[in-house]
Nanobody, 119 residues
Framework: QVQLVESGGGLVQPGGSLRLSCEASGSIFSINAMGWYRQAPGKERELVTTVDAGGRTQYSDSVKGRFTISRDNAKNTVYLQMNSLQPEDTAVYYC?????????????WGQGTQVTVSS
């Protein structure tokens, strides 16, 4: 069993910044990849960004140049630095991880954290 605990969401004005964090704990041998998804009301959940064990990253076009994903492998933690936030970034942000355990790789989700960008 693996648990992902997220923090850092909140209300911010347009142009502002937030930093999300997600710490994985439990039966972990290693984490292959971690990422962030988001879901706005009435819309599909979408991929925001991912980072693999070697530090290689991918970003959706909508956030590239504004968001930065990073990870601390020693702490099993991933971060999302969000700059130049806009109202269209408003969504519930979910942490996701592919985790190697003693059995087989499994995918886990965090509980989600609300990010609201508004004046």
């Amino acid at each position: 069993q693996v648990q992902l605990v997220e923090s850092g969401g909140g209300l911010v004005q347009p142009g502002g910044s937030l930093r999300l964090s997600c710490e994985a704990s439990g039966s972990i041998f290693s984490i292959n990849a971690m990422g962030w998804y988001r879901q706005a009301p009435g819309k599909e959940r979408e991929l925001v960004t991912t980072v693999d064990a070697g530090g290689r990253t991918q970003y959706s076009d909508s956030v590239k140049g504004r968001f930065t994903i990073s990870r601390d492998n020693a702490k099993n933690t991933v971060y999302l630095q969000m700059n130049s936030l806009q109202p269209e970034d408003t969504a519930v942000y979910y942490c996701n991880a592919w985790v190697d355990t003693r059995t087989v790789p499994r995918n886990y989700w965090g509980q989600g954290t609300q990010v609201t960008v508004s004046s």
